[in-house]
């Protein structure tokens, strides 16, 4: 064979070679394009924790019951549209943890926030302010928090969380949009059964621009969407940060339930003096009364031996019956709008 027969022969070898690898390649980038595809189309784990800032505030807790209360009165389909007052929040960011390994890197990650947090806070004490009613797509209802200086630090603290967090939280978090919901028809499971479709605006006409009330900002803390709720009924904790810098575990100590309950229910009658007809404020405010007194008087079954305030719930629950109540708090409130 010639010399330049085997070039001629070597050349083609190198081709086929080439074209073969050049295959060989394609079927790879192919197959991992199919993979890549079959683990995108794969839906992601649902949320199962979040970080949040808890509203305790009585006031802004009766006011949200109080909408609610109208809501419900007026539409019956939405009662389990309500959210527990007892579970109020601000979202700060959700995100999907696997095990117990993640909760304590989360909480280990959340601790090297909390020098930024002090910076951001700079020893100041701060409270953000609650007012007029937003929705989302009509499905969602919350209050709107104003903004200011309190909602920019807020801001600021979530963007900390964020980054620090990214491992966990991931690039498709939505806006930062800080709220408190009211209602939401996601609790409902039997929507197409009821015909609902959305929480109709002229349902809370009168409360649009409510002033709902401020609170202070105390820490910030790591919450679990499925785990057993505390004995006051909020949501299990499993870390919180303080914003003056310290951290710590939560206690497992419940709320002071007889004293929620009490400021709650007169926080609501208020309320309801101040907005509903004359002739519905009677009944509205004997059926609210009844309700948190019944909430109460079932949340303090589940609190420790040492919670002994029944008594006091069982006096309170009489008082709020009384028709007197009603009467001495229209009367100051007439008092005042003259």
Not at 14 to 29: A, L, M, W
Not at 110 to 122: A, G, Q, S, T, Y
Not at 274 to 297: E, R, W
Request: proline content about 3%; aromatic content about 8%.
């Amino acid at each position: 064979m010639s010399t330049e027969e085997q070039e001629l022969n070597a050349a083609s070898k190198s081709r086929n070679t080439g074209k073969r690898k050049q295959h060989k390649r394609k079927n790879q980038k192919e197959k991992k394009r199919k993979q890549s595809d079959n683990e995108s189309s794969k839906p992601k784990p649902r949320p199962n924790y979040f970080l949040g800032i808890r509203i305790v505030n009585p006031i802004i807790l009766g006011k949200f019951r109080a909408v609610q209360e109208q809501i419900k009165h007026q539409e019956k389909r939405l009662t389990k549209a309500v959210v527990p007052t007892c579970t109020s929040h601000i979202t700060l960011a959700v995100f999907y943890l696997k095990d117990e390994a993640d909760v304590v890197r989360v909480e280990a990650l959340m601790k090297e926030c909390i020098p930024k947090i002090v910076d951001i806070v700079n020893g100041k004490n701060f409270s953000i302010t609650l007012e007029g009613i937003g929705d989302f797509r009509k499905e969602v209802l919350f209050a709107n928090i104003l903004p200011g200086e309190a909602l920019s630090q807020i801001s600021l603290i979530a963007e900390q969380l964020d980054s620090k967090l990214a491992e966990f939280i991931g690039s498709g978090q939505k806006t930062f949009k800080p709220h408190a919901t009211i209602m939401k028809l996601s609790k409902m499971h039997n929507l197409r059964r009821l015909k609902l479709k959305k929480i109709d605006p002229s349902l809370y006409k009168e409360f649009t621009n409510m002033s709902f009330g401020a609170e202070e900002i105390q820490n910030i803390q790591l919450l679990a969407m499925l785990k057993k709720k505390q004995n006051d009924g909020y949501y299990h904790s499993e870390f919180e940060i303080n914003i003056n810098g310290s951290e710590e575990k939560l206690s497992k100590t419940g709320w002071a339930l007889e004293i929620w309950a009490e400021e709650v229910s007169f926080c609501c009658i208020t309320w309801a003096l101040y907005t509903l007809p004359k002739n519905t404020v009677a009944f509205y405010c004997h059926g609210l009364a009844n309700s948190i007194m019944q909430d109460a008087c079932r949340s303090i079954k589940t609190q420790d031996s040492n919670f002994s305030s029944k008594s006091r719930l069982n006096k309170l629950k009489q008082a709020l019956r009384n028709d007197d109540v009603i009467k001495h708090i229209r009367e100051g409130m007439t008092s005042k709008t003259k």
